[in-house]
């Protein structure tokens, strides 16, 4: 299959090399030439521009930062011109159903070009990995014809047709969300908990054995409290832009956001106080210094162990 992929960020980078040893013909293009060092040394194509990438292509894929590089790339980079009548744009990236449109009204619909939105939930080590999940928006006969390129980056498991054109970006965005949402729930319950005195393990572990628990109290925040690492490998800049892509939609849609929209603040919060590029699960922090101390256990292998054999 010929494959154009834009975008080898943190993620990008990884499914592109998939793509590659899956033993697809990939060309591929990103702002930084250097970045396609390892795609070039395994055979792919380097194109100059977006165009040049889409030129010739069965499948366009993108994976790139936001809705306005996406539309950027696609229509005033040209890559939505210079596909094949009957090529298939898929797109990966964190977005939303309206970017697609317009995209598509501009120039897509009218040169036949088919598309899915194709999100994906599993951050860089999934990427790295080949484990991500993907949640498809589109035709069905669009998904099975991209369904072997899409296993080729994730777990095929977990590669979902979730509905039609625009479900895809949604289900992703709603995911952020809520896990966003879990994070500042969790942070604030465990920063009154122990500044009242209670042991955080037992806390969690409290937690962990009540109707109140989550994966994110078992797993995800272990991260945190075994090694104070805040997962650096997605940005509070991107964390903040899907929260606001999130909060827009709902209320594009007449659904009340408040809670969404108090959550988007507090992590807006922490971007202003740690960094652009902090990691997403610095708002933790924010919690940490309202308890008057740092979130960690002293024996965090003991306190997994017990999760997983529980």
């Not at 499914?15 to 396609?36: N, Q, W």
């Not at 993907?134 to 980056?153: K, N, Q, T």
């Not at 995911?175 to 920063?191: D, G, P, Q, R, T």
């Amino acid at each position: 299959m010929r494959i154009g992929f834009i975008g080898l960020g943190n993620m990008g980078r990884h499914m592109a090399r998939h793509l590659i040893h899956a033993g697809h013909l990939v060309t591929v293009h990103d702002t930084r030439p250097e970045a396609a060092a390892e795609h070039l040394a395994l055979g792919a194509r380097w194109a100059d521009t977006p165009a040049e990438c889409a030129r010739d292509a069965e499948f366009l894929v993108t994976m790139l930062p936001n809705p306005r590089i996406v539309e950027d790339v696609l229509l005033r980079g040209g890559a939505a011109q210079a596909l094949p009548e009957g090529a298939l744009w898929i797109d990966m990236s964190t977005s939303t159903p309206a970017a697609a449109e317009r995209v598509a009204a501009e120039v897509l619909d009218a040169r036949r070009i088919r598309r899915l939105d194709a999100p994906v939930s599993g951050m860089a080590h999934g990427a790295e990995a080949g484990t991500l999940q993907i949640f498809v928006g589109g035709l069905d006969d669009d998904f099975r014809i991209a369904l072997p390129a899409l296993e080729a980056m994730g777990d095929p498991d977990r590669v979902l047709h979730v509905g039609p054109l625009g479900a895809g970006y949604t289900v992703k965005l709603m995911i952020n969300l809520l896990w966003f949402s879990h994070l500042v729930a969790s942070s604030e319950v465990l920063a009154m908990g122990v500044k009242a005195g209670v042991d955080l393990g037992v806390l969690r572990g409290a937690l962990l054995a009540s109707p109140a628990a989550s994966n994110f109290l078992e797993r995800d925040i272990m991260s945190v409290l075994a090694d104070g690492d805040y997962d650096d490998s997605f940005a509070m800049v991107l964390a903040c832009k899907d929260l606001g892509l999130a909060v827009d939609l709902g209320r594009d849609l007449g659904v009340a956001t408040e809670l969404s929209a108090l959550v988007e603040q507090i992590y807006r919060r922490s971007k202003a106080q740690h960094g652009d590029l902090a990691g997403e699960m610095s708002p933790v922090r924010l919690y940490e210094a309202l308890a008057g101390q740092e979130f960690r256990l002293p024996n965090p292998t003991e306190a997994l162990d017990g999760v997983l054999t529980a």
